[in-house]
């Protein structure tokens, strides 16, 4: 009894989807574990050599930079029209004056737009108390500008100097230096803030990080648009990191509870510091052991979906959805047995079971199939045997009234049309024939009874479309449409009436009937519509209710017949086929009934 149990247990799946679980989790975790503390000493080290290396980039990009501004200033210094402005001023007259002044713009010009970091280019001339530059000829001399340019000289600082915001990088004659005077000229680049926090903003991208641009002696600063407690304590950690070391330097700084990466280098070229700050959850995450512990558990989580969705779907999914597959088939009418699972487990037996019905429901459903179309098949005979005599009660009357008149031309063609209409009837026993016989015979009752009704009734009758012209359909379902038109539509109609036939094929085929005759009213079109398809024994089924229910038995219910008010005010007939397959038609009979 136990060999039982634990042979039909290690038969199901339970076992083998909690073997392969157990085998996939475990060396994960331990991968994990070693992975994650190797990766996040490296990281640490990528992310500093990383923000090291853009910091020092931006120092020598502009030190590189300043020293540009240097050589054009000492080429500028050269510069004869400098000098005759400088020193001969007086001697030159008007003409010689702008021509002068406009090739000093234009040199100047050109030094402002060989570097972006460049604002405008001046030149203070003391000696004659004017000053030029690039975008003003001729203007007074910037006395501020001068004055704090001179405090600096003399203390042999950095030339660049802070005027009310402005940052001014100042060049005199290396000669009044040597000789100790006060210089001739100044010649000033100014520098561009906005081009320099959008330079420091391209590496400080991260959220809520900056940079900071500073003077060592504190007497400017250029910082990005970071919060202002944040700028105000990292200028405090700049002024208290003295060393003058031109290599990039990483530390940790917290300001209130965010903890920042700060990356700090000193330029001994232009005297200055910069300083990048970056919170370390923007570029690290919170290292802490829940996050880490977090992004473990969801990898691995991932992993597991993964690999234990792939076996659900091998041992469980695969198999359903074969047996789902299969049962949708059998609603959609195919009742074949389906391929057996080579495994020994439950899905087998299931099949097994699926199978057997399958074959029972065939056998049902195959009796009760040909009984149904027995069945249908003689109420369909008896339908048209009743319907064939119908048209025949008023041919002859109308035959007679004609002879009577001597009218031999349309006696000649009326007998004619009664010869083909006959040949119709006659000519096979068929109960279904192409939709092109049928509107070809439509046709040919309505010529019959223009012959009588000329002087009263015209009729447009639309063309069959060819992609419905071999389509099997009940043989008589127009005419008796076109006879109730005649005999009710157009019975009170002494002039102008008028009969449409329109034919439409998109999904289903529609073929109209409407007269412009007297119509009905909408309880009576009611009735009328809720009586359509009525079988009751020993009733005579004719005319609309003949077709309705004929159309029912061959297409379906979704087929038939509908009555509508004309545009007209007549009664407009639209009868629907719907095209199935021999299948799906047989089965739609069997359901219309049911």
Known sequence: MQKKLFARYKSTIFPKILLVFMLVITPLCMMSLFINAKGESAVKQEIDKSLGSKTSYFVDTLETEANRMYEHQQGFNLDKDLQRLVYVDNTLDRFEWGQTINRLQEKMEIIKTSSKFINSVSVQMLTIGKAISNEDPYNAIDQEAVDAFMAQYKDKGTSIINVKGRLLLGYVNPVAILAQKKPDYIIFIELSIPELRNAMMQFANYEHSGAILADVNRKWNVSTDSDKDVLAAMSRFADERDEKNESAKIESFKVGSTSYLVSYRYSQFMNMKLLVFVPEKSVLGDLDSYRIWFWVLAIVSMLIVVVFSTWIYRLIHKPLNKLVFSFRKVEDGYLEPTVLPTGQDEFRYLFEGFNSMVVKLKELIHELYEQEIRVKSSELKQLQSQINPHFLYNTYFILHRLAKMDDIENVILFSQYLGEYFQFITRNGASEIPLEEEVKHGRLYVEIQQIRFSNRIDVEFDDLPESCKHVMVP???????????????????????????????????????????????????????????????????????????????????????????????????????????????????????A
């Not at 119509?519 to 009586?531: C, F, I, R, Y």
């Open 475 to 593: 043989k008589l379902i127009l005419q008796p449409i076109l006879e109730n038109a005649y005999k009710y539509g157009m019975e009170r109609k002494k002039d102008d009436g008028l009969i449409k036939v329109t034919i439409k094929h998109d999904e289903v085929i529609r073929i109209t009937v409407e007269d412009n005759g007297a119509g009905m009213t909408d309880e009576a079109m009611h009735k009328l519509q809720s009586q359509l398809g009525l079988h009751i024994e020993g009733d005579e089924i004719t005319g609309i209710n003949n077709v309705h229910r004929r159309l029912q038995l061959q297409f379906g219910k979704e087929s038939g017949i509908r009555l509508y008010h004309g545009s007209d005010g007549g009664l407009k007939v639209v009868i629907t086929i719907t095209v199935r397959d021999k299948f799906a038609q047989a089965e739609a009979i069997g359901e219309n009934n």
